[in-house]
């Protein structure tokens, strides 16, 4: 089943018949011993910190996968209003919360 996702709050083409609730995907991620080595590295040189951004995009993915899979788990096909929230949970930036959470709906197609 095809997941409609938006940061909207309408799917064009769409009206949304049922409002099933909040649904959220959340993962908690620390840098791998690689990752914290080669991004302390990337500090003392400056500029792009590859190994922590690609720490961060793989908790956005992991996070995002959650949101669809407990979407699919109360029967929408569709979310709307879809955000991202991050904080740190382990002082000194040892640990990052990703939030991924939107609105899950059953959406058809308009008459």
Do not use: W
Request: with cysteine; hydrophobic share 40%.
């Amino acid at each position: 089943m095809n997941m409609q996702v938006t940061t909207t709050f309408t799917i064009e083409g769409h009206r949304i018949r049922e409002y099933k609730g909040i649904v959220r995907g959340i993962i908690v991620r620390a840098p791998t011993i690689a990752q914290g080595f080669f991004g302390g590295l990337e500090t003392i040189i400056g500029g792009k910190i590859g190994s922590y951004t690609e720490m961060c995009e793989q908790a956005r993915k992991q996070a995002y996968d959650l949101l669809i899979q407990h979407a699919r788990e109360v029967g929408a096909n569709a979310i709307v209003g879809l955000r991202y929230d991050a904080s740190e949970v382990v002082s000194k930036g040892s640990a990052t919360e990703v939030l991924c959470y939107g609105t899950a709906v059953v959406i058809e197609p308009e008459s």
